[in-house]
T-cell receptor
């Protein structure tokens, strides 16, 4: 079957660090994506992992463990503008994206 | 400016109306997509076009009818919709199909559709 699980909502404090987890169960695997979506706006691409390990891009990092079917998005030095939904999606053997329902991240001062 | 423009941003229509959603991409991409986004649900892929040919139709009701006249434009024609069709409809493009490592999806801001 094909299933993506991520928490519905998380709250964190400005300046802190937050980790958003995503687990997937997909027949075939061609990579794991993270997108950011601010309310009323388009989802925008954040990261892509196809090999195990951590990919760092400024304040945002993404991790993948293929053996565990697990990824996380790590956001450091949180800013108020990071309040958004974070969408996890994995690409199956047919190069179709399977999406999670998204994690709404609320940043408090 | 996302490179993918959708109009209108908001649309309210009755169940007997006919309307169309428009999407235009200025990125020179070869693939275009329609997605439906409902609250607290995963994105649902509706249609995929590659080089103006439809390559995917995920069991979408016939009251939704896509049209891709060229690689830069994509339409979604709507008729006799139901209230449960109310959602955010997102258009996206990518350089090619099946190669998203080099070509992530670029989304438009969506059309917020309300069916009354």
């Amino acid at each position: 079957g094909q299933n993506i699980d991520q928490p519905t909502e998380m709250t964190a404090t400005e300046g802190a660090i937050v980790q958003i987890n995503c687990t997937y169960q997909t027949s075939g695997f061609n990579g794991l994506f993270w997108y950011q979506q601010h309310a009323g706006e388009a989802p925008t691409f954040l990261s892509y992992n196809v090999l195990d390990g951590l990919e760092e891009k400024g304040r945002f990092s993404s991790f993948l463990s293929r053996s565990k079917g697990y990824s996380y998005l790590l956001l450091k030095e949180l800013q108020m503008k990071d309040s958004a939904s974070y969408l996890c999606a994995d690409m199956d053997s047919n190069y179709q994206l399977i999406w999670g329902a998204g994690t709404k991240l609320i940043i408090k001062p | 400016e996302t490179g993918v423009t959708q109009t209108p941003r908001h649309l309210v229509m009755g169940m007997t109306n006919k309307k169309s959603l428009k999407c235009e991409q200025h990125l020179g991409h070869n693939a275009m997509y329609w997605y439906k986004q409902s609250a607290k649900k995963p994105l649902e892929l509706m249609f995929v076009y590659s080089l103006e040919e439809r390559v995917e139709n995920n069991s979408v009701p016939s009251r939704f009818s896509p049209e891709c006249p060229n690689s830069s434009h994509l339409f979604l024609h709507l008729h006799t919709l139901q209230p449960e069709d109310s959602a955010l409809y997102l258009c996206a493009s990518s350089q090619d199909l099946g190669n998203e490592y080099n070509s992530p999806l670029h989304f438009g801001n969506g059309t917020r559709l309300t069916v009354t």
